[in-house]
């Protein structure tokens, strides 16, 4: 009953392979993200999509794509794997908001995470 | 742009002995913010959030933060602190964009 899982857990590759991490989230909720966790333990988002919609997508190379092929499911496809892509990856979830004060929409809601997809690339 | 500095890379605190984790943020409107931890090897677990209303917020293991709003801080205390707190802790700041901007984390380090 994990709320929001990802597989695999480690991942070990040889540079310019493609792989694909997968997350799925059970809590209904309606905005799924991914995030990328460095050497130095920053945390930055990457992408993120609400009912299967891309609603952020910061400055990331174009080798990562995300895929949505339902609200419960968030896929990472990279792309010719490189050095620099050796990070954790984080897959959360959102649920699409509250009503606030007023009737105002609280979109902000708190994000669950996954246990992370440790990636090293050689 | 939203931002969150946590001044403190690490701090070493003896068990029993309480523990203050600073954060500040940059934000245009009215923050949501929250704090996470980090055990070594997990994933990240919410500590408690801060939406609105009382500005001191209680969350789990003991924990509470105070929002400040003429400091934008956010700082996260714990009045005696378990060997089993020792990870990184991280402050974030959110808003109506569901972006999440993250400081760099304070790594916790507990003496026996």
């Known amino acids: 009953d994990t709320a929001v899982s990802q597989t695999p857990k480690y991942l070990v590759t040889q540079m310019g392979n493609d792989k694909s991490i997968k997350c799925e989230q059970n809590l209904g909720h309606d905005t799924m993200y991914w995030y990328k966790q460095d050497s130095k333990k920053f945390l930055k988002i990457m992408f993120s999509y609400n009912n299967k919609e891309l609603i952020i997508n910061e400055t990331v190379p174009n080798r990562f794509s995300p895929k949505s092929p339902d609200k419960a499911h968030l896929n990472l496809h990279i792309n010719s794997l490189e050095l620099g892509d050796s990070a954790v990856y984080f897959c959360?979830?959102?649920?699409?908001?509250?009503?606030?004060?007023?009737?105002?929409?609280?979109?902000?809601?708190?994000?669950?995470f996954g246990p992370g997809t440790r990636l090293l690339v050689l | 742009a939203q931002s969150v500095t946590q001044p403190d890379i690490h701090i070493t605190v003896s068990e029993g002995a309480s523990l203050e984790l600073r954060c500040n943020y940059s934000?245009?409107?009215?923050?949501?913010l929250f704090w996470y931890v980090q055990s070594p090897g997990q994933g990240l677990q919410l500590l408690l959030k801060y939406f609105s209303g009382d500005t001191l917020v209680q969350g789990i293991k003991g924990f509470e933060a105070e929002f400040k709003r003429s400091q934008s801080s956010f700082n996260l205390r714990k009045p005696s602190v378990h060997w089993s707190d020792a990870a990184e802790y991280f402050c974030a700041v959110g808003g109506i964009d569901y972006k999440l901007s993250f400081g760099a984390g304070t790594t916790v380090t507990v003496r026996a």
């Open positions: 934000y245009g409107a009215t923050p949501y």
């Open positions: 959360a979830s959102s649920d699409d908001g509250r009503v606030g004060w007023r009737g105002r929409k609280i979109p902000q809601e708190t994000q669950y």
